[in-house]
């Protein structure tokens, strides 16, 4: 008896490539070779090259991905956006339509972003998971504009998903929180590493004019203030130098404060302490060159950096909020936004003995979250 295939239809109209999207292709990966009945379908914002890139590789390797292009994408207040602009919403709801999908997943790193894919499948009556994961009070995640009607307008879009996939207990708690009542499953992000060289680490450090006798502390991720907290990061290793003497601080990747956060090292007059470089394809050869990686953000998931530096055995020190605070050990953490409890938990970091919890993490990455075991997890909880 002939079957007939499932039709899954991706959307992702993110501007710009960040963890999120990484988790989202590598789900799109999984179900696109996947041994059931399926056709897998990816509509995704026209001028996000390095989304495209990886999409053209699972085109590529597998045969099984069909790709559209979008002419819009999210932008700041994008939820008030959405409910504004129903040219574009139409538009998506066609573009859908075409496709004939028994359903649609939804990428959104917060409920705004996404929010005209989610709106539209809802318009064309298609079945539709949102694969959102955070969900904080715009107060904290946003722009301070308009926060209480637009928390207002965020409850609408919480209510619209069939069903929502986050990444973590602590994000489901906080979706309750907003007012969602459709099923949620949690589906731990996964990460893959390749084992780091010996020799990679002279190598790094020498590249990059780093002493053997410094430690090394490198904080990854967009170069953005309100959420990432670089900003305070400096600002703290400014106050606290000399406590802080024989760290060298790393800035590794780009974004819109880029220049501004090389501006205030150089005005703090810490060139020699910190510096900004760009993102490295192969977070193995950084993780070989450092000895610690820093988390100072003010709001977040569960970073993929944190998973692989886990999975390098290295120890993290990170601002107890989200995803840090639910799986690092506490000896670790310091209060969000407390530059001296930054300081210190550096050196109390830098000065202890890890071994045992950064022996205690890797195993739980290699095991718990491998990206293998997320797709599988992922696609349980999509075709459930």
Known sequence: MMTTRKRLFFYSDAPEFGGHEAMTVEAARHLAASKQDLDVRFAFYQKNK???????????????????????????????????NSRKVDSIVQLMERAQPD??????????????????????GLRTISYLPMAHHTAVSG????????????????????????????????????GVVCDVAVVPNGVAVRAIRPSERQTFRVAHGIGNDEYVVAVFGRIAFRQKAQDFAVETIATFRRELLGCRFLFIGSGPDEQQ????????????????????DDPAEVYAGIDMLLIPSRF???????????SCGLPIVA????????????????????????????????????????????EFVLSECSIARFGNRFSEAVLA
């Open 50 to 84: 390095q989304l495209a890139m990886k999409l053209l590789e699972i085109q590529r390797c597998s045969g099984n991905l069909e790709l559209k292009t979008l002419q819009y994408g999210s932008a700041s207040l994008q939820a008030m956006r959405t409910l504004l």
């Open 143 to 178: 722009k301070p504009i308009a926060t209480g009607l637009r928390e207002k307008i965020n409850r609408y879009f919480y209510r619209l998903p069939d069903k929502i996939v986050t990444i973590s207990e602590g994000a489901r708690r906080m979706l309750r929180a907003r």
């Open 300 to 310: 977040e998931g569960v970073p993929l950096v944190m998973l692989e530096a886990m």
């Open 261 to 280: 956060l090389k501006t205030k090292i150089s005005s703090l007059d810490l060139a020699r302490r910190a510096q900004v470089l760009p993102w490295n």
């Open 319 to 362: 601002s107890n909020v989200d995803g840090m605070a639910e799986l690092l050990p506490s000896e670790w953490l310091f209060a969000c936004g407390n530059p001296k409890a930054m300081a210190d938990t550096i050196l109390q970091v830098r000065n202890g003995d890890n071994a045992s919890l950064a022996q205690s993490n890797k």
């Open 103 to 124: 359903m649609v997943i939804v990428s959104q790193g917060r409920i705004e972003s996404g929010s005209m894919g989610l709106l539209a499948a809802k318009r064309a």
